[in-house]
């Protein structure tokens, strides 16, 4: 964008980058190169778990809903944070490993003690634990959250990551799986997930555009 | 064909078991099939769900307390009008409330005996919390403190809500029309008359704190209805946050809202604390049945699950 105005290409600058925030409803797209930190980034194609033709899927993380006052850098950052919660997550318990999969020791970083102890119980909704033993690899297809946050005082107090992994493997069985997990985050020293709601089963056959629309975040601040 | 059969009967129940807190918040009945014998070209494999929420202990307690203070009036200083201990089972999602006859008279911890809702007053939401802990025997985790006309705020937040009133009643000046018998929809005004309406109710106090729990039924019908849609339970926080006096963050209420929108409406159970109407010191009271509150207290203290007979 550039300046009509020769004379004011600072205040240009800004407003271009406040439309630039504004106007684009936060998409975030992140992790893959972008996020750095997270254990999945660059490392999946190398897990071994999509011998065929492995091929890197990068997690687009958007803002949902806002509720409270939170500026745009700061929402864009929250989601950036989660993403990067929600891909370590998928990693260890789907993508970053080699299948056949007996182990599943580990496979919820991020999680706070109890939210990963009861994770453990529901392992064949929170993992690959179903299919592990009869597949030979397993490769993500689509990568999707949508961030929810509760702000005050400019500061993100909560968030609800609506999150989707569609999967696919190959082996005994060959199928495409869909988890549709809501998780429920605080932040302490890091996006630390107290609480979920998943869902793992067939992907349905429906494109993923009717609850596109649906999940497409607005935000609506309230101060 | 049978071993089949014992086997998907054996996974369901196991699962069925298993997953009670993902049947909470599933909505839709899911029936787990046997991987090993569906063929993976035949798309009939259905979906599990599940959920949890981490929240320390697993049976959270809450002193709700509908304080009557007037505009101006200290609103944790004030009189408890309605009050209810809320116990919620963030394992099961099961749910429980005791009544507490705001006349009530007991002891209060450092002052002489009196009125229940007048331990407010002497030493704030923290003592009123002792009181009840002392009727009950159970000692509350958190005491939520709102005066009413934020309650009909909270209430309007959640697009109002839906109760079970078993008769007809109405008051003269908060509800001239009355309240319908049957199932009936209320507004954030109309949840607190239906709370706070007790000089037409033959049962007085008593048939006004299991009002009281109706409309609290009713907002967790409410609140496990819409849950799921984007933003709900953040917009419902920050209500919280604006209208009650709380000492948790924003961080902590979250998490508290994440469980109580867990709660399984139909596991849902309620007693109002019983007791005798007399005059102490000039005050019209009740001596409450303490037998009776402590063995609903015994009773839910591990579960959030009251006896079938209060």
């Known amino acids: 964008m550039t300046s009509p105005h020769p004379g004011g290409p600072r205040r240009a600058l800004v407003t271009g980058l406040v439309v630039v925030l504004t106007a684009t409803p936060a998409l975030v797209a992140c992790t893959g190169g972008d996020v750095g930190n997270g254990p999945g980034t660059g490392s999946r194609s190398e897990a071994g778990s999509d011998a065929g033709g492995a091929r890197r899927v990068r997690t687009n993380v958007e803002v949902g809903e806002v509720v409270g006052a939170l500026g745009p850098v700061k929402r864009r950052r929250v989601a950036t944070g989660v993403g990067r919660a929600v891909d370590r997550w998928w990693d260890a318990a789907f993508v970053d490993a080699t299948y056949p999969r007996r182990r599943y020791r580990s496979v919820f970083p991020g999680f706070t003690p109890g939210a990963a102890q009861a994770a453990r119980r529901d392992l064949d909704r929170m993992t690959s634990h179903r299919l592990g033993e009869r597949i030979d690899t397993l490769a993500p297809v689509r990568r999707r959250v949508v961030v929810d946050i509760l702000a005050t005082k400019e500061t993100a107090r909560g968030v609800t990551a609506r999150t989707t992994l569609d999967y696919r493997t190959s082996g005994e069985v060959e199928r495409q799986v869909r988890v549709s997990a809501r998780l429920f985050m605080l932040y302490r020293e890091g996006w630390k997930i107290f609480g979920y709601d998943v869902l793992q089963g067939p992907k349905p056959t429906t494109g993923p555009r009717g609850d596109k629309g649906r999940q497409r975040g607005r935000d609506r601040s309230r101060s | ?310």
């Open chain 2, 1 to 310: 064909m049978s071993t089949t059969r014992r086997t998907r009967a054996t996974r369901a129940t196991r699962t069925l078991r298993t997953g009670l807190l993902g049947a909470v918040l599933a909505g839709t009945a899911l029936v787990v099939p046997s991987p090993e014998v569906a063929p993976d070209d035949v798309a009939l494999v259905k979906a599990q769900r599940s959920g949890a929420v981490d929240l320390s202990p697993d049976v959270v307690w809450i002193l709700a307390v509908g304080s009557d203070a007037r505009p101006g009036q200290s609103m944790t200083r004030s009189r408890g009008d309605a009050l209810q201990m809320v116990g919620i089972d963030t394992r099961t999602g099961a749910a429980s409330a005791i009544g507490i006859p705001r006349d009530s008279f007991v002891s209060i911890p450092g002052y002489s005996a009196n009125r229940v809702n007048a331990a407010m007053v002497l030493g704030g939401p923290e003592l009123l919390g002792r009181t009840v802990a002392g009727m009950v025997g159970v000692q509350p985790d958190y005491v939520m403190v709102t005066r009413f006309p934020f309650f009909e705020d909270l209430v309007d937040d959640i697009g109002g809500i839906t109760v079970s009133n078993p008769r007809r009643f109405s008051d003269s000046s908060l509800k001239p029309e009355g309240f319908a018998q049957g199932r009936i929809r209320l507004n954030g005004y109309g949840a607190m008359a239906f709370s706070r309406i007790r000089k037409t109710l033959a049962g007085g106090d008593f048939a006004r704190s299991a009002n009281q729990q109706r409309v609290l039924r009713g907002i967790g019908a409410e609140i496990r209805a819409k849950a799921d849609r984007p933003g709900f339970v953040e917009r419902g926080v920050l209500s919280v946050v604006q209208h009650m006096d709380t000492d948790l963050g924003p961080g902590e209420l979250f998490r508290l809202a994440r469980a109580v929108a867990r709660v399984d409406p139909s596991r849902i159970t309620t007693c109002v604390v019983g007791g005798a109407v007399a005059t102490i010191r000039g005050m019209s009271v009740v001596r409450p049945n303490l037998t009776q509150a402590r063995r609903l207290g015994a009773a839910a203290r591990g579960d959030a699950t009251l006896p079938r007979s209060c």
